[in-house]
């Protein structure tokens, strides 16, 4: 009897180890779909969800969405850059720069896709390019659904961030950064 409470009790604690320890944040559905919001308001700016969970291997559609009053950027990587003001400016470390040729984005109307400040793919909106190295998705006010596509490489595991530096990187500052974390499969 002994043995089966100290049983009993050794494989609740595992349990309860193993619930607390797990990787939190949303999560792509069966079909490979996760859908991210970009929002802002008086009380600041952010992404709905803040923290991905992707698994190496896996194929993935990103659903990016502008529901703000502003426009907004959609990167992710890794060791925060800051420019001559001192101000958020985009990331080292791109995530999508070794797959950049192998990503499937589809902009919404209005919106683009770029890489190192050049326009690859989308309308160009005509105003002053990027100067953030990196590939990223510039999504207007009204914009729509951008869907960006891509199998996750497993050289990316580990943990990320997607932010968002518009306004000379007011946004970051306002709350418009996440986590994204991969995991192995």
């Not at 008086?42 to 969800?49: R, V």
């Not at 990016?64 to 950027?73: L, T, Y």
């Not at 958020?88 to 919404?108: L, R, T, Y």
């Not at 595991?157 to 306004?167: A, I, K, Q, R, T």
């Amino acid at each position: 009897m002994k043995r089966y409470m100290l049983f009993s009790a050794i494989t609740g604690f595992a349990l309860i180890l193993a619930a607390c320890g797990g990787t939190q944040g949303a999560t792509p559905d069966a079909s490979g779909t996760l859908t991210i919001v970009q929002e802002d308001s008086e009380q600041g700016m952010n992404f709905a969800p803040d923290t991905i969970v992707l698994t190496a291997g896996q194929k993935v559609r990103l659903v990016i969405e502008n529901n703000g009053a502003k426009d907004h950027e959609f990167m992710i990587g890794r060791n925060l850059m800051y420019n001559d003001a001192g101000a958020p400016d985009g990331f080292e470390e791109d995530f999508f720069m070794a797959m950049a040729d192998q990503i499937n984005a589809q902009p919404a109307m209005g919106a683009m896709v770029m890489m190192n400040g050049e326009v690859m793919g989308g309308m160009d909106m005509g105003e002053e390019m990027s100067d953030h190295m990196g590939w990223m998705l510039v999504s207007p006010t009204g914009s729509g659904q951008s869907v960006i596509e891509f199998t996750v490489p497993e050289d990316v595991v580990g943990e990320w961030e997607m932010g968002c530096f518009e306004d000379d990187g007011t946004h970051y500052d306002d709350g418009m950064h996440g986590k994204v974390i991969v995991v192995a499969p």
